[in-house]
C-alpha cells in the first residue's frame, strides 16, 4: 500500500506593466515576506476568479493601474519550488504596456509604487526578476 503526500499550492497572478520607453512598475511590499523589498503587483488568485482576472483586481489594488483583464497578455506559469519562503506558490503572470506618465499610486499591501528603468532595477522579491527577464525578452 503507498501512502499519497499531498502539498499545499498557492495560486497567484503578477502582472508585469512596461512603459514604451522601458521602465517597470514595482511596488514596494508592506509585509513579510520580503517586507520593504520591492515586487511586481499581484496577489492571490480569490475563489471563483481567473489569475487573469485577479492580476487585473491586483493591480488596481496595489498600484491604482485600471486595466481590464482582456488587457492583459499572459506571459507564462511560474512554478518553482523554493519561489516563495512561506510554501508552494504557481504564479500565472501578465504584461501590460503602457504610455510613460501613466499615474501610479500605491495601494493596499504596497507602502509605495514606483517606475523603475529596466536597465536599474533594485533587488526584488521571489522570483520577479526572472518574471521579468522572461516578459522584456518575449516582447
Keep these: 500500500m503507498t501512502t499519497e503526500v499531498f502539498e499545499t499550492i498557492r495560486y497567484t497572478a503578477d502582472t508585469v506593466v512596461t512603459t514604451t520607453d522601458g521602465h517597470v512598475l514595482l511596488i514596494q511590499r508592506g509585509w513579510d515576506p520580503y517586507e520593504g523589498h520591492w515586487a511586481l503587483p499581484g496577489g492571490h ?75 536599474s532595477l533594485p533587488p526584488l522579491a521571489f522570483d520577479h526578476a526572472d518574471i521579468i527577464r522572461t516578459t522584456t525578452h518575449t516582447q
Excluded at 504564479?91 to 499615474?103: C, D, E, F, Q, R
Design 45 to 119: 488568485v480569490d475563489p471563483g476568479e481567473t489569475s487573469r482576472t485577479a492580476a487585473a483586481r491586483e493591480l488596481a489594488e496595489e498600484a491604482g493601474v485600471h486595466a481590464s483583464p482582456q488587457e492583459l497578455v499572459q506571459v507564462g506559469t511560474f512554478d518553482q519550488p523554493g519561489r516563495d519562503p512561506r510554501g508552494r506558490y504557481v504564479t500565472v503572470a501578465y504584461h501590460l504596456t503602457v504610455l510613460p506618465g501613466t499615474p501610479i499610486k500605491a495601494g493596499t499591501d504596497a507602502r509605495q509604487a514606483q517606475w523603475w528603468p529596466l536597465n
